[in-house]
């Protein structure tokens, strides 16, 4: 298991779009990808989960990624919060 805290940068959150944007890239990975945010745990691959989330701007959150290529998954992830996930 690999994971890292981050602050959500992109100004609306994870509305729709930024939410496809991760769930579009992190489904090509086999590892599972886990968001913690607020005490829960969210399925990284489920775009309804992640809009359920309600992942505001400034939010703090942890990206967890599970599996075989559980390194290039958070890497990924990492870089896709870091840029505002195409905002």
Same mark, same amino acid.
């Given at each position: 298991? =690999?994971?890292?805290k981050? #602050?959500v940068?992109n !100004? %609306? &959150?994870?509305? %729709?779009?930024p939410?496809? =944007?991760f769930?579009s890239a992190?489904? !090509?990975?086999?590892?599972e =990808?886990?968001i913690?945010f607020n005490? !829960?745990?969210i399925? &990284?691959k489920?775009i309804m989960n992640? %809009?359920?989330?309600?992942? !505001?701007? &400034?939010?703090? #959150?942890?990206?967890?990624? =599970?599996g075989?290529d559980?390194?290039d998954a958070l890497?990924e992830?990492?870089?896709l919060v870091?840029?505002?996930? &195409?905002d």
């Amino acid at each position: 298991m =690999v994971s890292e805290k981050l #602050i959500v940068t992109n !100004k %609306m &959150g994870f509305h %729709m779009r930024p939410a496809n =944007v991760f769930v579009s890239a992190m489904t !090509k990975y086999n590892s599972e =990808v886990f968001i913690e945010f607020n005490g !829960k745990e969210i399925n &990284g691959k489920s775009i309804m989960n992640i %809009m359920a989330a309600c992942i !505001k701007c &400034g939010s703090e #959150i942890e990206i967890r990624c =599970v599996g075989e290529d559980e390194a290039d998954a958070l890497k990924e992830a990492v870089e896709l919060v870091n840029s505002g996930l &195409g905002d």
